[in-house]
T-cell receptor, first 117, second 109 residues
Framework: DSGVTQTPKHLITATGQRVTLRCSPRSGDLSVYWYQQSLDQGLQFLIQYYNGEERAKGNILERFSAQQFPDLHSELNLSSLELGDSALYFC????????????????FGSGTRLTVV | SQQGEEDPQALSIQEGENATMNCSYKTSINNLQWYRQNSGRGLVHLILIRSNEREKHSGRLRVTLDTSKKSSSLLITASRAADTVSYFCATEVRGKLIFGQGTELSVKP
């Protein structure tokens, strides 16, 4: 158990639907990052939050949105789902704004596997 | 586009042999990190090397960094069957981790 909790582990939904993925960071970590992993795109950075504020944005579609709540858990909302959104969605957390401290990296959750049918 | 490009994409070796994976990147970095990932599972942080470091060791892992060539290598010595996972390099750019496409390592008993 990495300390980063993602729910649900698996999700199957139909095209056009909306889903919410949840992430609880490791205790004490203020930064939360969302990544999408698919066979054709690899691991893509989506978005980062630090202590409730959006800090960096990557290749996140307009149909996707995220937020970080006061208790530091984060949710990734995916709407108007398409077949191509089927992927593993990972959340990671780190203690700092940027994990540059020696020996520190990100701590990843085990992911949510989203299948859009 | 990916910041990190890994080579080879797949590597197959015998147990006990050493495995070397290479990573090239494009822009200036603060640090470079290596992760491993079991199939379809979360990534596990292995080692971080900062831009002012040239070599780092952790157990059976040895990482080198050549900032002039914008490249890094990960050496796993005395490989074991349990090392059969995918390995990713990741560079930190403005607080974001940008991952390469990964190397699939297969260690045959």
């Amino acid at each position: 158990d990495s300390g980063v909790t993602q729910t649900p582990k698996h999700l199957i939904t139909a095209t056009g639907q909306r889903v919410t993925l949840r992430c609880s960071p490791r205790s004490g970590d203020l930064s939360v990052y969302w990544y999408q992993q698919s066979l054709d795109q690899g691991l893509q950075f989506l978005i980062q939050y630090y202590n409730g504020e959006e800090r960096a944005k990557g290749n996140i579609l307009e149909r996707f949105s995220a937020q970080q709540f006061p208790d530091l858990h984060s949710e990734l909302n995916l709407s108007s789902l398409e077949l191509g959104d089927s992927a593993l969605y990972f959340c990671a957390s780190s203690v700092a704004l940027a994990p540059t401290l020696p020996g520190y990296g990100y701590t990843f959750g085990s992911g949510t596997r989203l299948t859009v049918v | 586009s990916q910041q990190g490009e890994e080579d080879p994409q797949a590597l197959s070796i015998q147990e006990g042999e050493n495995a070397t994976m290479n990573c090239s990147y494009k822009t200036s970095i603060n640090n470079l990190q290596w992760y491993r990932q079991n199939s379809g599972r979360g990534l596990v942080h292995l080692i971080l090397i900062r831009s002012n470091e040239r070599e780092k060791h952790s157990g059976r892992l040895r990482v080198t960094l050549d900032t002039s060539k914008k490249s890094s290598s990960l050496l796993i010595t005395a490989s074991r069957a349990a090392d059969t996972v995918s390995y990713f390099c990741a560079t930190e750019v403005r607080g974001k981790l940008i991952f390469g496409q990964g190397t699939e390592l297969s260690v045959k008993p």
